[in-house]
Nanobody, 120 residues
Framework: QVQLVESGGGLVQPGGSLRLSCAAS????????MGWYRQAPGKQRELVAT???????NYADSVKGRFTISRDNAKNTVYLQMNSLKPEDTAVYYC??????????????WGQGTQVTLSS
């Protein structure tokens, strides 16, 4: 019922920047929380950042001061601005949304993932 489409991943040098986008579509009434998670090879998926419908944000310690999460509620879109990228930021980044559907059910959805690779 809901699809999350991500874009913006790619190959970048250490110290560089990328901006990820994720647009939600479908039978959406509202989205309570949107966030970004990442998974590196051989590691568990971990939280990167979340943002509520009211704009409250939460960041993993490893990205504080470097990444900024934001959202456009009118477009059902969440962004992740990534600056001062490090080799350890290499991972598949996944978009997540906690959605109130128009049929009044509430479900959690995931995007397909987008690869971010740091290369020297």
């Amino acid at each position: 019922q809901v699809q999350l489409v991500e874009s913006g991943g790619g190959l970048v040098q250490p110290g560089g920047s990328l901006r990820l986008s994720c647009a939600a579509s479908g039978s959406i009434f509202s989205i309570y929380v949107m966030g970004w998670y990442r998974q590196a090879p051989g590691k568990q998926r971990e939280l990167v950042a979340t943002i509520t419908s009211g704009g409250s944000t939460n960041y993993a310690d490893s990205v504080k001061g470097r990444f900024t999460i934001s959202r456009d509620n009118a477009k059902n879109t969440v962004y992740l601005q990534m600056n001062s990228l490090k080799p350890e930021d290499t991972a598949v980044y996944y978009c997540n949304a906690d959605v109130q559907l128009r049929n009044w059910y509430r479900n959690d959805y995931w995007g397909q993932g987008t690869q971010v690779t740091l290369s020297s």
